[in-house]
DNA sequence: ACCTGAACACCGTTCAAGT
DNA sequence: ACCTGAACACCGTTCAAGT
């Protein structure tokens, strides 16, 4: 039991809404996306799930809230979102401000669903999409060059790509899926084909699932080396 | 009333997995993936929501289906998932087929949030890969890079590209995008700069919101691009 | 100003029961 | 074989009420 009396104890410190997001992010991080409801938050923080309605309109403006902790969380890691040229040029700049949004993404696992699931604009993202393209403005693109990238770019602008299936994490669901890949195996030639050479050296690796930073980076590289190849023919 | 002896009438035909995906195809092209609930469904269907459970395993299951069946609708629209090239080469062929897919996702608005919710293959679209692989290996890809061609295509590969951010169909949220747009303008050069440049002439756009066919062939178009020079530099 | 209790209108799903 | 009723364990949210 608290005292009423003491103010020291930890417990007594009322909510706020940084209080709220800090305790989100944390309870997503650690046991996933779909146990953030507003009754196991409200539980996290030793409070009833009404008292969260005082703090945060709604759940759409908690999610909202996430997103722009996490886009803080990359300006911070960054230092700014200033832009200051490489002197070896806009790619490398750009290629490292987006790499160092994937350090940040990856501590959240949860990041890439909320992010896609958000229809409204925050301030620091606003901040974050003007830094990437002062980078590539002050590089000597176009505005409609620029523009086209950040469209090309997509969810790779901030450090993740959407990958279209994800690992089964239980037995079961890798044990189905080879089983399909069984039956199916004859009328998948070049999958299969490409499974056996490809895959072969990494043994947790199923189709599907490969999405680590040599994927990320292949695919980065190929826009943005495709991106100055346009930039420099104008 | 519907006669019990009356087999003639429609209403009498009983439920089936065919007969519920239909269905649910049908409810969440007309009213949105969100009013897609198993009792909304039954009631479509003029049946209890528990009876959608003879057909259908769970919702989870209902959801694989549609995907399954929106993959089919794809090889339906095109003939076939059969690899047979353009002589003009593999990028044309390639790029018809993704165009082809992309036509079919623009009938079903909810098809890039239900895509991305899955975690499951199904054999349609397992086929659906082994075509596009098979494109490129017959174009002279490696095993190896058309892995990572995949890959970077990521949801490309299937015609659509998630938008960061959609536009909000409210004038409410208009609005507000706008009062926070005047804010920060004068943190956000580079990007008011863009805006006034290359939105100004298409008045019901906003930043986050160009998703056309346009920015679509654009960014597939570099990548495609990119990948020819690294299959043809080896 | 900040928090709560009770209640509402929803979800997906189980299970025993009906025909 | 196919469908249903009642119930369970959840959701987000409102609203009047407490301190």
Redesign the interface.
């Known amino acids: 039991m608290v005292s009423d009396a003491d103010p020291i104890t930890t417990e007594r410190v009322p909510l706020s809404k940084t209080r709220v997001l800090e305790a989100a992010m944390g309870l997503a991080d650690r046991t996933g996306i779909e146990t953030l409801t507003m009754r196991n938050l409200a539980q996290e923080l030793g409070v009833e799930a009404m008292s969260l309605y005082y703090h945060v309109a709604n759940k759409e403006a908690l999610l909202d809230g996430l997103v722009d902790s996490l886009l803080a969380e990359i300006e911070h890691e960054r230092g700014d979102f200033e ?1 200051v040229q490489d002197q070896a040029g806009w790619l490398p700049t750009m290629r490292n401000l987006i790499l160092t949004a994937r350090t940040v993404m990856l501590r959240h696992p949860w990041a890439p ?1 909320v ?7 925050t ?1 620091t ?3 974050y ?2 830094a990437l ?2 980078i590539m ?1 002050e590089g000597g693109f176009s ?2 060059l ?3 990238a950040m ?2 770019l ?2 790779r ?2 450090g993740f ?8 994490n239980t037995d079961q ?1 890798d044990e189905e ?1 080879e089983a ?2 069984a039956d ?1 195996g004859p ?5 299969m ?2 499974l056996a ?2 895959v072969h050296d990494d043994p947790d690796t199923t ?2 699932w ?2 680590d930073q040599t ?1 990320f980076e ?2 980065l590289d ?2 943005l ?3 100055e190849a ?1 930039r420099a023919s104008r």
């Open positions: 832009v669903r992010i896609e699931s958000r229809t409204t604009m301030p993202l606003l901040r999409f003007n393209l002062g403005i505005n409609d620029g523009h086209h469209h090309a997509g969810s602008a901030l790509n959407q990958e279209l299936f994800e690992p089964d669901g899926a399909m890949m199916l009328q998948l030639p070049y999958l084909g490409m050479e490809v189709l599907g490969c999405d994927e292949f695919g190929l826009l080396t495709g991106l346009r």
